[in-house]
């Protein structure tokens, strides 16, 4: 059973960073995009970052560009999301999600595997 869980969400006042983690239990060697994906109360679930299989393609929403880093090793079968200079609005339950086909990284139904998310809560 494929199984992709994240850790690292919290508390932090705003201005502040967390690292959340992602790790893919998995045959990572059908797994070929991962990404991460966020969703405040009341809201769309809406596309943050994702990181090809090689790790040199990355892509990123433009409301955290420059903010958040996605690095990691999907043969490795681990992703990271650093986030730094938290703002009020970046607060969401956040979901790791990976997929075999490489494409269409922005979209959530182009992912099959899904964590259960981890929430991460800024504060002023």
């Known amino acids: 059973q494929a199984q992709v869980v994240e850790s690292g969400g919290g508390l932090v006042q705003a201005g502040g960073s967390l690292r959340l983690s992602c790790v893919a239990s998995v045959r990572t060697n059908s797994i070929n995009k991962m990404g991460w994906f966020r969703q405040a109360p009341g809201k769309e679930r809406e596309f943050v970052a994702a990181?090809?299989?090689?790790?040199?393609?990355?892509s990123y929403a433009d409301s955290v560009k420059g903010r958040f880093t996605i690095s990691g090793d999907i043969a490795g079968n681990t992703v990271f999301l650093q986030m730094n200079s938290l703002k009020l609005e970046d607060t969401a339950t956040y979901y790791c999600?990976?997929?075999?086909?490489?494409?269409?990284?922005?979209?959530?139904?182009?992912?099959?595997?899904w964590g259960q998310g981890t929430q991460v809560t800024v504060s002023s």
């Open positions: 990181i090809s299989r090689s790790g040199d393609s990355t």
């Open positions: 999600a990976a997929d075999r086909f490489p494409s269409d990284v922005i979209r959530a139904d182009a992912y099959v595997y």
